[in-house]
């Protein structure tokens, strides 16, 4: 099957969302698309994946619950955030205006991770935070730059820094995971450069 082919289409959730190898054996050309977001953008790629575990939990399709009325006709969802991003419209959109990529979809794992290193991108240059930075990254993520930037938004939610903190501890796992397959997932993916 080749990765170009899988670019536009969702999957399934990895059967392991613990093992960042796991993942990448799985789901190959996910590691493509991570390498490149991570050298378009700056994002490691072992960053990129925790977001995404974290915000969605490699479901391509999550989103909000909905609201209830009276308990038991189902409302709006809280949010529009969607996909493994759980971006907002508002946020995806500019990301689609920003980059040129009007057909990036949410739903789509190489749009994701794009995405996520577009974004830690933008709070590099706004915030000078650094892209492995994991805990504020994730912080300034979630509140977006203006609210991280504004620190009365954030300081005082200790179940936020408690997230960031889980965040930046998958990031490690996951790197010192890929620290033991990276070559055979190098190896492996020399092929789909050609395409």
């Excluded at 099957?1 to 799985?26: D, H, W």
């Excluded at 991003?85 to 794009?114: C, K, M, P």
């Excluded at 930046?168 to 990276?182: S, T, V």
Aim: glycine share 6%; with cysteine.
């Amino acid at each position: 099957m080749l990765a170009a082919s899988l670019y536009g289409c969702a999957v399934a959730k990895p059967n392991n969302t613990e093992n960042a190898c796991e993942i990448f054996r799985q789901y190959p050309d996910w590691y493509v698309s991570a390498k490149e977001a991570e050298q378009r953008w700056g994002t490691p790629v072992p960053v990129a994946l925790a977001f995404i575990q974290q915000e969605s939990s490699f479901q391509s399709d999550a989103q909000p619950e909905r609201t209830t009325i009276l308990g038991i006709i189902p409302g709006p969802r809280k949010s529009s955030s969607y996909g493994y991003t759980q971006a907002l419209d508002s946020t995806w959109q500019e990301y689609q205006e920003s980059t040129g990529n009007r057909r990036a979809s949410r739903v789509i794992f190489h749009d994701a991770v794009d995405f996520i290193g577009w974004y830690n991108y933008q709070g590099y240059k706004r915030n000078q935070l650094e892209r492995n930075n994991t805990y504020y990254m994730y912080i300034a993520y979630h509140e977006g730059h203006s609210g991280f930037a504004d620190k009365k938004s954030w300081q005082n939610k200790q179940w936020l820094k408690d997230v960031a903190t889980k965040v930046a501890n998958r990031a490690i796992e996951y790197h010192n995971q890929l620290k033991g397959c990276k070559s055979s997932l190098n190896k492996g993916n020399t092929s789909w450069w050609v395409f």
